[in-house]
């Protein structure tokens, strides 16, 4: 039997596994080893997986646990690959430094565009890949051209059914099944780390006590990946204080990202205050699930974390959005792969400033899926990616020549309809327009006349 290679970089993404492995998603084994990677930018002082509250509710599910930073230390997990040449060189190193001999390995990783997944599946060349989602990112396209020699090795993609009625786009070009990960099983997964979590979660040094269901509010550390400044990212944080209170929540916890700095909750905390709220913020590295079992909020408000589909779907929680459009309005480069999980929150879910939205809001149905946001997803995915998906254009035109109006606009730019010659793009007839001096000094003159004149 081979040996099995879980490569986890996530608690979210090894509950995943773990789920998977309850479920008799994968053969049999002889061995089956936990690769964990940390990926935080101080990868030395940020906890890894197995130092996470809950981990040990995992650990069964794996004969050993091993780590890849100290393996490639001082390298970086998100940047270090091999050279071709040192491939052979690598794979004995690793196979004599796990015991794996001349074991059949088969590999299951995230994420298999970047490294560390690209990076293990190269230093394996002869194995069997499985790709997992974590989380909604998986639902776009694969972000680059991969190597067929990669690609046809992937037997299929595994995903939580996030978007009951939705199917990931990821690997779609290479003919790659998609399996879903059974919903019971990573739901008692989740119910064995909340239950070890629950002993060591803390706020501000106090285990979370709120009088009545609170309105937990969703961190994500945007600024971290460029999406906004840090200034922004913390008045993010402030509109979801005033968008909760606004809704009637007095009672308001707030999880930050494991990573970011602890001023990131300043504002909202001063903000709460002013508001006559209660904040408590999450001090310890917990899962956003297990805080869903163990507080049932009345309302999970955040930008496009998945955490908000996770309690939507999962546990048939209140959720709302808040910050998508200001966000999906500056996104660079178009095809950035945060696109997909905006579009999808915005899509799905109620804006937190509409309150009547809020109160009335209900999970799509598969059927309500099928028909609209899958339609959006794959219009959205064609044009962030149309050389992997050129197959899909046929239905992006459908889509666009059909849906675009200003609530679906947020979602596309002019500019790249054009360049794609797609509905909604400037006509070929008139594309000079945008490169043309003459054309662009007659719109300045009038800007200036207008000034002039008002």
């Given at each position: 039997?081979?040996?099995?290679?879980?490569?986890a970089?996530?608690?979210?993404?090894?509950?995943?596994?773990?789920?998977?492995?309850?479920?008799?998603?994968?053969?049999?084994?002889?061995?089956?080893?936990l690769?964990?990677?940390?990926?935080?930018?101080t990868?030395?002082?940020?906890?890894g997986?197995?130092?996470?509250?809950?981990f040990?509710?995992?650990?069964?599910r794996?004969?050993?646990?091993?780590?890849?930073?100290?393996?490639?230390?001082?390298?970086?997990?998100?940047?270090?690959?091999?050279?071709?040449?040192?491939?052979?060189?690598?794979?004995?190193?690793?196979?004599?430094?796990?015991?794996?001999?001349?074991?059949?390995?088969?590999?299951?990783?995230?994420?298999?565009?970047?490294?560390?997944?690209?990076?293990?599946?190269?230093?394996?060349?002869?194995?069997?890949?499985?790709?997992?989602?974590?989380?909604?990112?998986?639902?776009?396209?694969?972000?680059?051209?991969?190597?067929?020699?990669?690609?046809?090795?992937?037997?299929?993609?595994?995903?939580?059914?996030?978007?009951?009625?939705?199917?990931?786009?990821?690997?779609?070009?290479?003919?790659?099944?998609?399996?879903?990960?059974?919903?019971?099983?990573?739901?008692?997964?989740?119910?064995?780390?909340?239950?070890?979590?629950?002993?060591?979660?803390?706020?501000a040094?106090?285990?979370?006590?709120?009088?009545?269901?609170?309105?937990?509010?969703?961190?994500?550390?945007?600024?971290?990946?460029?999406?906004?400044s840090?200034?922004?990212?913390?008045?993010?944080?402030?509109?979801?204080?005033?968008?909760?209170?606004?809704?009637?929540?007095?009672?308001?916890?707030?999880?930050?990202?494991?990573?970011?700095?602890?001023?990131?909750?300043?504002?909202?905390?001063?903000?709460?205050?002013?508001?006559?709220?209660?904040?408590?913020?999450?001090?310890?590295?917990?899962?956003a699930?297990?805080?869903?079992?163990?507080?049932?909020?009345?309302?999970?408000?955040?930008?496009?974390?998945t955490?908000?589909?996770?309690?939507?779907?999962?546990?048939?929680?209140?959720?709302?959005?808040?910050?998508?459009?200001?966000?999906l309005?500056?996104?660079?480069?178009?095809?950035?792969?945060?696109?997909?999980?905006?579009?999808?929150?915005?899509?799905?879910?109620?804006?937190?400033?509409?309150?009547?939205?809020?109160?009335?809001?209900?999970?799509?149905?598969?059927?309500?899926?099928?028909?609209?946001?899958?339609?959006l997803l794959?219009?959205?995915?064609?044009?962030?990616?149309?050389?992997?998906?050129?197959?899909?254009?046929?239905?992006?035109?459908?889509?666009?020549?059909?849906?675009?109006?200003p609530?679906?606009?947020?979602?596309?730019?002019?500019?790249?309809?054009?360049?794609?010659?797609?509905?909604?793009?400037?006509?070929?007839?008139?594309?000079?327009?945008?490169?043309?001096?003459?054309?662009?000094?007659?719109?300045?003159?009038?800007?200036?006349?207008?000034?002039?004149?008002?």
């Amino acid at each position: 039997m081979p040996t099995q290679i879980f490569l986890a970089s996530t608690l979210y993404g090894a509950a995943t596994l773990a789920a998977g492995i309850d479920a008799g998603g994968f053969p049999p084994a002889g061995r089956r080893i936990l690769l964990t990677s940390n990926h935080a930018v101080t990868a030395e002082v940020t906890p890894g997986i197995a130092e996470m509250p809950g981990f040990a509710a995992l650990r069964s599910r794996f004969d050993e646990v091993l780590d890849w930073n100290r393996v490639i230390e001082p390298q970086h997990p998100s940047t270090w690959a091999p050279r071709a040449e040192d491939v052979p060189l690598w794979e004995r190193q690793l196979r004599t430094l796990w015991d794996l001999g001349d074991d059949r390995v088969e590999l299951i990783v995230e994420s298999l565009q970047v490294p560390p997944a690209q990076t293990l599946c190269r230093l394996f060349p002869g194995a069997a890949v499985d790709v997992y989602a974590d989380g909604l990112m998986s639902y776009g396209p694969t972000r680059f051209r991969l190597d067929p020699q990669l690609g046809m090795r992937v037997r299929r993609v595994l995903h939580l059914d996030l978007v009951p009625g939705l199917e990931p786009l990821l690997l779609t070009e290479f003919g790659v099944r998609v399996e879903l990960v059974p919903t019971e099983p990573f739901l008692k997964v989740l119910a064995e780390l909340a239950e070890l979590a629950e002993a060591t979660a803390a706020t501000a040094g106090a285990p979370v006590e709120p009088a009545e269901p609170p309105a937990l509010l969703l961190g994500q550390y945007l600024s971290a990946l460029d999406l906004m400044s840090p200034a922004e990212e913390e008045e993010l944080h402030v509109s979801m204080v005033r968008g909760a209170h606004a809704l009637g929540h007095r009672e308001l916890v707030f999880k930050p990202h494991p990573g970011a700095p602890a001023v990131y909750c300043r504002r909202a905390r001063e903000e709460a205050e002013r508001l006559g709220a209660r904040l408590t913020v999450i001090a310890a590295p917990v899962l956003a699930e297990t805080l869903y079992q163990r507080l049932r909020p009345a309302l999970v408000v955040g930008c496009f974390s998945t955490g908000l589909l996770t309690a939507a779907t999962l546990y048939g929680l209140p959720v709302a959005r808040t910050g998508t459009d200001a966000v999906l309005a500056t996104l660079s480069p178009y095809p950035n792969s945060n696109r997909v999980p905006l579009a999808l929150v915005d899509a799905l879910l109620p804006d937190l400033a509409d309150a009547e939205a809020v109160r009335a809001w209900t999970p799509p149905t598969p059927e309500q899926v099928r028909a609209e946001p899958a339609a959006l997803l794959t219009a959205v995915g064609f044009t962030m990616q149309p050389q992997i998906l050129a197959a899909r254009r046929p239905a992006a035109e459908a889509y666009l020549a059909r849906h675009l109006t200003p609530r679906t606009w947020r979602y596309f730019t002019r500019r790249r309809l054009t360049s794609l010659g797609l509905p909604g793009g400037i006509p070929a007839q008139l594309s000079f327009l945008p490169r043309s001096r003459t054309v662009r000094r007659a719109v300045r003159r009038m800007a200036w006349l207008r000034r002039a004149l008002s």
